[in-house]
DNA sequence: CATATTTTTCAGGATATTCTGAAAACAAAA
DNA sequence: TTTTGTTTTCAGAATATCCTGAAAAATATG
């Protein structure tokens, strides 16, 4: 296999799963170009490589920024503006954590502590309750751990991983 | 609240979030039926509460089924067929893990195995190799740690949450 | 077997999401 | 200030996804 072959499997790959994963798959797309770049690159680079527009490729990087997973450049005597990735793994998905913890679980978490004031007078009712308790805890202990695991060194996920492995 | 409301807030946020996580929300809001229904329900009965068309409530139950979360009641002098869903939220998430380890996760191994293969020759080559090694090691150790946590008792993701969080 | 009931399928329609490209806004240089 | 180069915006087009409803298939009952 050779450089360009593995380039595009990996950006299509990339892409796939971020789209199964919820996320836009251009995005997802953008991300693995960069992150493969060994220097940064400029929208109109971004554009050709991944044959899109300039629209597309203008939000889609700012969104990046957003989650804190693409930085700009700015190099002196240029006027364009260059992008790149944030390569460490770790950081890519503690970055991802923060997001969509903030995002979805949170204002998930929110709704079920408005929901735990449903009275349980009834069958139906008790039933209910006793599963939104259920998810509930859950999901606060959820959220705890993943405010310990952001906050957690670069290596804390690695060492997990050992001690669970051996 | 009511007991009406909740129920209405609950499905509605559950597929929600998972809509955000690239799953089908109607099928996200027949899980949600599901968890709260004290009785196992019938697939008119699903229709009914959700306002959704008869293929749409098969097509998802029997997606819920693949996923493990939903299972059949066959009640005896019925001709109907009985639905209920999972409602232990450790095998909930446990399911969904398997799931999407599979369907996700492992191809996405597949494809960087197959990439490691790249020769690295040249600056841009180099580079490449790199950052998919990094991401390779990366989700080789993720998908073993997934291995063990699915093995792992229902208290598993509970005393781990403990020891972290104290 | 014939009939009644229930489940499954799937083509076409509805909806939601994403993308384009040109114009506007912005910013540096002349 | 005017010109030139760059980024951002956004209405409409393109695409992907999901849903409907009726017909076909499957299954039970008399």
């Known amino acids: 296999m050779d450089i360009q072959e593995g380039k595009a499997k990996f950006i299509e790959s990339w892409g796939k799963m971020a789209s199964d994963w919820g996320i836009n798959r251009t995005m997802a797309q953008v991300h693995a170009l960069l992150l493969i770049a060994p220097e940064a690159l400029t929208a109109d680079q971004v554009m050709e490589e991944l044959d899109i527009s300039r629209g597309n490729a203008n939000m889609n990087l700012r969104a990046l920024m957003d989650w804190g997973l693409v930085h700009k450049q700015l190099k002196s ?39 735990a004031g449903v009275e349980a007078n009834c069958p139906e009712s008790e039933h209910f309750c006793e599963v939104v308790q259920d998810i509930r805890k859950f999901s606060h202990k959820a959220n705890q751990t993943l405010d310990t695991l952001i906050k957690a060194e670069s290596n804390w996920f690695t060492n997990m991983v050992l001690n669970m492995v051996r």
């Open 77 to 115: 005597g240029e006027r364009k503006e260059f992008f790149f990735a944030e390569k460490d793994m770790w950081t890519v998905v503690r970055q991802i954590i923060i997001n969509r913890k903030k995002r979805e679980l949170e204002p998930m978490i929110k709704v079920l502590d408005e929901i």
